[in-house]
């Protein structure tokens, strides 16, 4: 099946699940498009899809020059970890960097973001699972690096929401564990700080979408159903 076909097939069942749990339009599709190429990106979005993840900002930043100059209109988020050294291009393209997983990250976040007057809106990563290997690793550095938005330390980021990758298992338990700590995470941490809108879950892959909206996941991260099989991992 042609990645249209594969979209079209997603979007049902996040449909029909996000509908049996009353979530209806509630659950957005980040398409996960590493690994593959520009003209792949473009079959999706001549079918309306306009916002993308991707790992690498190299890799991103190559493909999406070649995008928007034929979709403006397409987004970019980045999901992958991110070297203090690639922050100056991830801010350049993406509208949102889902992988904030420490503070230094924003220090660096806001003075790129300063340099060309943009605002950028961000999800902190949070390791709710056993085998990910990056992420918040507690919640008290993610309300230190909170406490630092409230004292008007970034203010061109605009903090959203947060981001989780489910250990990789069979184990349904494990996986639904791991959602259920992020939608906790962040009912704390909104308790803690009302004047954000920390609203985005964004939980849930080609493996574990139907699990995470049922937990409430507001963002699926969907690669592999979409565009097929990578050649790595
Ligand atoms: C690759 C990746 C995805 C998509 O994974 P699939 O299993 O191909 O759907 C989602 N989130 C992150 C952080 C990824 O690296």
């Not at 509208?95 to 924003?106: A, N, P």
């Not at 993610?142 to 069979?170: D, Q, V, W």
């Amino acid at each position: 099946m042609g990645v249209q076909e594969n979209l079209a097939e997603v979007k049902s069942k996040i449909d029909s699940i996000s509908k049996k749990c009353g979530r209806e339009g509630q659950v957005q599709l980040v398409a996960v498009s590493k690994f593959h190429p520009a003209s792949s990106v473009l079959e999706a979005t001549a079918a309306g899809q306009i916002l993308f993840g991707e790992n690498r900002v190299q890799e991103a930043s190559e493909k999406f020059c070649e995008v928007l100059e034929k979709f403006p209109a397409a987004r970019l988020h980045i999901i992958g970890h991110l070297q203090r050294n690639k922050v100056k291009e991830a801010v350049r393209i993406a509208s949102c960097i889902q992988s904030v997983d420490r503070i230094e990250l924003l220090d660096e976040i806001e003075k790129r973001c300063a340099e060309i007057g943009k605002d950028i809106e961000i999800l902190f990563e949070y390791h709710t699972g056993e085998e990910s290997k990056s992420g918040f690793e507690s919640e008290d550095g993610i309300r230190a690096a909170l406490k630092n938005f409230s004292l008007g330390k970034y203010p061109h980021i605009i903090p959203c929401g947060f981001m989780t990758m489910a250990p990789f298992t069979e184990d349904e338990s494990a996986i639904r564990a791991s959602f259920k700590k992020l939608r906790e995470l962040r009912a704390s941490l909104q308790g803690g700080f009302p004047q954000f809108n920390l609203r985005e879950l964004s939980m849930g892959m080609s493996g574990d979408f139907e699990i995470a909206i049922e937990e409430g996941s507001t963002m699926v991260r969907i690669g592999t159903a979409i565009f097929g099989a990578r050649s790595e991992r």
